[in-house]
């Protein structure tokens, strides 16, 4: 841009002197160069300081990986590529048989999970009675042993010393069915009160396992996201799907304002404000000139980040020199007269609130940048 002013300035000299005939000397000459230093000098500071200029600019837009949700064999593809679908439409289908028959298996385990917390109750009824029936068992062993060992204590005669011991061991044989009821009842009863509000627990895991397979299942089916377009589709029927990150399936693309980002030295950001007019031309479109206004200044510059790691901060990474980075709209309605893909490139140019009457100025040079456009961009 600057050798461009320099430019125009000469070819403006070199007209004033032949038009008006002022003679070439050692004043006039000088005069010239000094004065168009001078002006031109503090014109192209006003200029880049006031009205700054990205010299590269992009536009950037967010794409979101279509990673398999469940591994398995893709069964078909449902998207056509660069076609718009709408929230929820089909990108592909992963075969969902093995799912299928694990939602199958849980059901069935769960049918059988409820039946036994059913008969959990009859189970405890049933122990009760077992304990009742150990226990008179054991009232009446114990009451035979009791008479038999104070008969042997009044009339040895009466009763043998291997009736008292046999009603003994009946006795403690009768005892400890009793435990024995008592701790079955014991265990019937823990299991048949151990439910959350009113669910047995063991119902209530497989529920939840069964509807993680139903989930699971119902994933088999991949929809879009949202509004927007799958591009580049690499997936084809008979590929094996697997739910990794850093491999997805497909790439898709949602319906989003257009934004452009331009690089801009550091030294204007104070310029560099929301709300401010923006100028962009675009190397697709030769000669025409794109309005809108600076969206926002991004917070942070990707020069200076680290990260906790094994390696030291390096001086190469802190001598880099990095760039500002601002977001720039532009109306929709202008973009898509010329049918634009995303990702488009060219100039930005973004216009402050001080020394308004210079920005006339880089408007001029800005369509000169796009009118050799028609021949090839300038980098």
């Known amino acids: 841009m600057d050798l461009l002013i320099i430019l125009i300035y000469a070819g403006f000299c070199v007209l004033v002197f032949k038009l008006f005939k002022i003679p070439l000397n050692k004043w006039s000459v000088p005069t010239a160069i000094l004065g168009g230093i001078a002006l031109l000098g503090t014109m192209i500071l006003l200029m880049n300081f006031n009205h700054p200029y990205a010299k590269f600019s992009k536009e950037v837009y967010a794409v979101v990986p279509i990673v398999a949700p469940v591994k398995g064999i893709v069964q078909s593809v449902e998207v ?28 069935a385990s769960l049918v ?19 304990v009742e029936q150990a226990l008179a068992e ?20 009466a009763f043998a010393r291997q009736t008292v011991d046999d009603s003994r061991q009946m006795y403690l044989a009768a005892q400890a069915s009793a ?25 209530i ?5 069964l509807e993680a397979a139903r989930y699971d299942l119902e994933r088999t089916v991949v929809r879009a996201p949202s509004d927007g377009m799958a591009t580049q589709i690499a997936l084809k029927p008979g590929i094996m799907a697997v739910p990794l990150p850093l491999s997805p399936a497909m790439v898709f693309i949602p319906d989003q304002e257009r934004v452009f980002a331009g690089s801009f030295w550091q030294n204007s950001l104070s310029m560099m404000k929301p709300g401010f007019e923006t100028e962009m031309i675009l190397d697709a479109v030769p000669g025409h000139v794109f309005k809108g206004e600076v969206i926002s200044v991004l917070p942070a ?16 990474q802190i001598s880099r020199h ?7 709209s532009v109306s929709d309605e202008d973009l898509k007269n010329y049918n634009l893909p995303l990702g488009v490139q060219g100039k930005m140019v973004i216009y402050s609130d001080q020394f308004t009457h210079v920005a006339v100025m880089r408007k001029v040079l800005l369509r000169m940048l796009g009118w050799l456009n028609y021949v090839f961009p300038v980098k």
């Open 80 to 107: 056509a590529p660069n076609t718009a679908v709408k929230k929820d439409d089909i990108l592909f289908t992963i075969d969902p048989k093995p799912y299928r028959l694990k939602v199958s298996e849980l059901e």
């Open 112 to 130: 059988e999970a409820q039946q036994d917390a059913r008969q959990l109750g009859a189970q405890m009824d049933f122990a009760k009675a077992k």
């Open 138 to 157: 054991r009232d009446r062993t114990r009451t035979a042993y009791n008479r038999y060992r104070k008969g042997s204590k009044n009339n040895a005669a």
């Open 179 to 203: 435990d024995a009821a008592e701790a079955d009842l014991q265990r019937v009863t823990l299991a048949f009160e151990s439910n959350i509000n009113g669910v047995n627990t063991a119902v």
């Open 205 to 209: 895991e497989l529920e939840n396992k």
């Open 301 to 316: 510059m990707s020069e200076g980040q680290y990260q906790a790691s094994g390696q030291l901060l390096s001086a190469n």
């Open 322 to 328: 990095g760039r500002a980075i601002a977001l720039m």
